[in-house]
Nanobody
Framework: EVHLVESGGGLVQAGGSLRLSCAAS????????IGWFRQAPGKGRKGVSC????????YYADSVKGRFTISSDNAKNTVYLQMNSLKPEDTAVYYC??????????????????????WGQGTQVTVSS
């Protein structure tokens, strides 16, 4: 059975940092790309970042470039999202998702939630001003 479990969310002041984790099980991790999406209240789910577990290639949305860093520990089947210099507009529920043979270089696919096979339950990130 496939599981994606996010953790690490919380409440932080603007300018602070959080590290989200996405622990995966039930599928061949190296065959998948892992994406992070976020959904603010009343808004759609948007792609934030993505990493290929096979070659480590990455994608970042313009809104988080230079502030967020995605990384993968294949030995632990876990992907991390280090979020620095957080802003109130980063407030959202953050989800990780897995797509088989995903390619972060294909931005249209990497940022399309309908292209992903499996999803976690989400973790809330709240940034206060």
């Amino acid at each position: 059975e496939v599981h994606l479990v996010e953790s690490g969310g919380g409440l932080v002041q603007a300018g602070g940092s959080l590290r989200l984790s996405c622990a995966a099980s039930g599928f061949t991790f190296d065959d998948y790309a892992i994406g992070w999406f976020r959904q603010a209240p009343g808004k759609g789910r948007k792609g934030v970042s993505c990493i290929s577990s096979s070659d480590g290639s990455t994608y970042y949305a313009d809104s988080v470039k230079g502030r967020f860093t995605i990384s993968s520990d294949n030995a632990k089947n876990t992907v991390y999202l280090q979020m620095n210099s957080l802003k109130p507009e980063d407030t959202a529920v953050y989800y990780c998702a897995a797509r088989r043979w995903g390619n972060p270089d294909n931005v249209a696919v990497a940022t399309n939630p309908y292209e992903y096979d499996y999803w976690g339950q989400g973790t809330q990130v709240t940034v206060s001003s």
